[in-house]
């Protein structure tokens, strides 16, 4: 077997004399040379009349002291692990007061300390196989047991033993909700629906005001188309120009107002009665316009618009 020194060096924390190459080799050869005789001498170290294997384990032992490598404490364990099983066979081999140690010998001897009473067969004589112990059979052996071993007192509670019961559980009483009273529940529906009506209304006020407006600026001048941008943008508030929107969508979705396309800008003319088809036959188009703050500049600037052609309607104060 080769000795690769250089390979695994030692980690940090570990000083320069337990990493020396070739300390460490010196070790692993004398180790490699334990382990040679032992699996060479094997039949000698199981001999009980020699302490050869004894021999071999204290100059382990020496050799251990230096080991601060992986590799080395592996060689370490392998010589262990034959130590080991020459040292099982070898105790298997044991003889006390001359006989040889003889397990079903020493159960025998067990149950007999321990009061097996074996029973009688037909014939009267004793039962060799079966029997029966006493109750306190395993605790006779235990305490026989103890001089064997050096154990540390039992625990046992000063006051008696604690028996911990978790706590009877509470009746949860519940607490009846207070029911609305019937004027509440005939108030509540109606202030909602009052709300929606009111909301509504204003919406339609809103929709027929601005279409007077635009009805009231094509009236003054049928040929002059009207920009739907320089119509619905109001320079001086977003918030307006984004309820004409809104409010003009219904315009167009009535049928009352059309939308058409002059040099590439959009348009936005009344629908004259006779246009107008029943029933909504016409083929409409939908579109969807979204606007931010910037794009609302950007159309100001470049339409020019000074004034809103939809004044904001009247706050009547109450």
């Given at each position: 077997m080769g000795d690769e020194d250089e390979i695994g060096a030692g980690p940090s924390g570990i000083s320069e004399e337990d990493d020396d190459p070739t300390r460490r080799r010196e070790i692993r050869s004398k180790y490699r040379d334990l382990i040679n005789q032992v699996q060479q001498n094997r039949e000698d170290m199981l001999n009980?009349?020699?302490?050869?294997?004894?021999?071999?384990?204290?100059?382990?032992?020496?050799?251990f002291a230096n080991v601060r490598q992986a590799r080395e404490a592996a060689l370490d364990a392998q010589l262990l692990v034959l130590a080991t099983d020459l040292g099982k066979e070898k105790a298997s081999q044991l003889h006390a007061e001359g006989s040889a140690f003889d397990p079903s010998a020493f159960a025998e001897h067990l149950l007999s300390f321990m009061g097996l009473n074996r029973l009688e067969d037909e014939s009267g004589q004793d039962g060799n196989l079966e029997g029966y112990l006493p109750q306190d059979a395993w605790q006779r052996l235990a305490k026989r047991s103890e001089y064997c071993f050096k154990t540390a007192p039992s625990f046992h509670y000063m006051l008696g033993s604690?028996?911990?019961?978790?706590?009877?559980?509470?009746q949860r009483v519940e607490r009846q909700r207070k029911a609305p009273s019937k004027?509440?529940?005939?108030?509540?529906?109606?202030?909602?629906?009052?709300?929606?009506?009111?909301?509504?209304?204003?919406t339609e006020k809103e929709v027929e005001r601005i279409f007077g407006w635009l009805r009231g600026y094509f009236a003054d001048d049928s040929e002059n188309h009207i920009s739907y941008y320089e119509f619905v943008v109001d320079p001086n508030?977003?918030?307006?120009t984004v309820e004409n929107i809104f409010h003009t969508s219904f315009l167009i979705r009535d049928g009352l107002v059309r939308m058409y396309m002059d040099d590439g800008l959009p348009c936005i003319a009344p629908v004259e009665e006779g246009e107008i088809e029943p029933g909504g036959a016409a083929v409409r188009h939908q579109c969807v316009i979204s606007i931010?703050?910037?794009?609302w500049r950007e159309i100001i600037e470049a339409f020019d618009i000074k004034d809103a052609l939809i004044p904001a309607p009247e706050v009547s104060s109450q």
């Open positions: 009980p009349a020699n302490n050869k294997l004894t021999d071999v384990l204290e100059e382990a032992n020496k050799l604690f028996l911990a019961e978790p706590p009877p559980p509470r004027e509440a529940k005939r108030i509540m529906p109606t202030q909602l629906k009052k709300m929606e009506e009111s909301h509504q209304e204003a508030s977003f918030s307006r931010s703050q910037e794009s």
